[in-house]
């Protein structure tokens, strides 16, 4: 007569725990085959809708990302022309007056001899580089290139303190009024130019205004530089 040994507690408490083990199990397989089911009072079950595959969510940066894509050249730094970037005409906009400053540079020794050409800027600049020459950008926001035949919405107001700004695109042609330096503001300052290559032989006509203002527009203009005054109006 064979004889079995008594069923301990550690026995019974060990296969309650492995029973509660494989319900845990048998909940995380169900939930990782399908949607959980909703149970309701007389027995029928409502799925719960999956989460839609391959629907992509709004990323909160993606403005933040094309407008990097567009940056040619970073606002810090200095660049070889036709070997860092390609020759040609670029925008920087969007400047305050904390301090963006920029160069064209012959050569990199540094002598006041290499500068071809210089600007501080506050609201937007444009400027032209030529293959060879280098360019110097330190704390302006990127510059993006921009094509020969860029159009716009050209708008009738220019802020006075706007910067460099291209007609036809930026704003439109026409006789502009303005009540001359700005409030706070040194001096005031405009400027209509042929190109974007800022030497003198690029400036059609300058002033320095110590009253009221108004000057005309070209249609043959390049650009409309204005600094330190109030708003211009289209009369």
Same mark, same amino acid.
Request: aromatic letters at 6%; charged letters at 25%.
């Given at each position: 007569?064979?004889?079995?040994?008594?069923?301990?507690?550690?026995?019974?408490?060990?296969?309650?725990?492995?029973?509660?083990?494989?319900?845990?199990?048998?909940?995380?397989?169900?939930?990782?085959?399908?949607?959980?089911?909703?149970?309701?009072?007389?027995?029928?079950?409502?799925?719960?809708?999956?989460?839609?595959?391959?629907?992509?969510?709004?990323?909160?940066?993606?403005?933040?990302?094309?407008?990097?894509?567009?940056?040619?050249?970073?606002?810090? /730094?200095?660049?070889? +022309? =036709?070997? !860092?970037?390609? *020759? #040609? %005409? $670029?925008?920087?906009? @969007?400047?305050? &007056?904390?301090?963006?400053?920029?160069?064209?540079?012959?050569?990199?020794?540094?002598?006041?001899?290499?500068?071809?050409?210089?600007?501080?800027?506050?609201?937007?600049?444009?400027?032209?580089?030529?293959?060879?020459?280098?360019?110097?950008?330190?704390?302006?926001?990127?510059?993006?290139?921009?094509?020969?035949?860029?159009?716009?919405?050209?708008?009738?107001?220019?802020?006075?303190?706007? /910067?460099?700004?291209? +007609? =036809?695109? !930026?704003?439109? *042609? #026409? %006789? $502009?009024?303005?009540? @001359?330096?700005? &409030?706070?503001?040194?001096?005031?300052?405009?400027?209509?130019?042929?190109?974007?290559?800022?030497?003198?032989?690029?400036?059609?006509?300058?002033?320095?205004?110590?009253?009221?203002?108004?000057?005309?527009?070209?249609?043959?203009?390049?650009?409309?530089?204005?600094?330190?005054?109030?708003?211009?109006?289209?009369?």
């Amino acid at each position: 007569m064979s004889h079995h040994a008594p069923r301990t507690s550690w026995t019974i408490a060990r296969r309650q725990v492995l029973a509660g083990t494989a319900a845990v199990l048998a909940l995380a397989l169900a939930t990782a085959c399908g949607p959980v089911e909703d149970t309701k009072s007389d027995g029928r079950t409502d799925p719960k809708p999956a989460a839609s595959a391959g629907k992509e969510q709004p990323q909160p940066d993606a403005a933040k990302k094309d407008e990097a894509k567009k940056v040619a050249i970073k606002g810090d /730094g200095t660049v070889q +022309v =036709g070997k !860092d970037a390609q *020759p #040609g %005409t $670029y925008r920087t906009s @969007g400047n305050t &007056k904390s301090g963006c400053y920029w160069e064209r540079l012959k050569d990199t020794k540094g002598e006041m001899e290499s500068i071809i050409a210089n600007d501080n800027v506050t609201g937007s600049s444009y400027v032209t580089l030529a293959a060879g020459e280098y360019f110097k950008s330190s704390g302006c926001k990127g510059w993006e290139a921009v094509p020969k035949d860029a159009t716009g919405t050209p708008k009738a107001e220019i802020a006075g303190d706007g /910067g460099m700004l291209r +007609v =036809g695109a !930026d704003i439109a *042609p #026409g %006789t $502009y009024k303005s009540e @001359g330096r700005a &409030k706070g503001s040194l001096n005031c300052y405009w400027e209509r130019t042929k190109d974007a290559e800022h030497g003198l032989d690029s400036i059609a006509a300058n002033d320095n205004p110590t009253g009221s203002a108004i000057v005309t527009i070209d249609a043959e203009d390049a650009y409309f530089k204005s600094s330190g005054c109030a708003d211009w109006k289209k009369s």
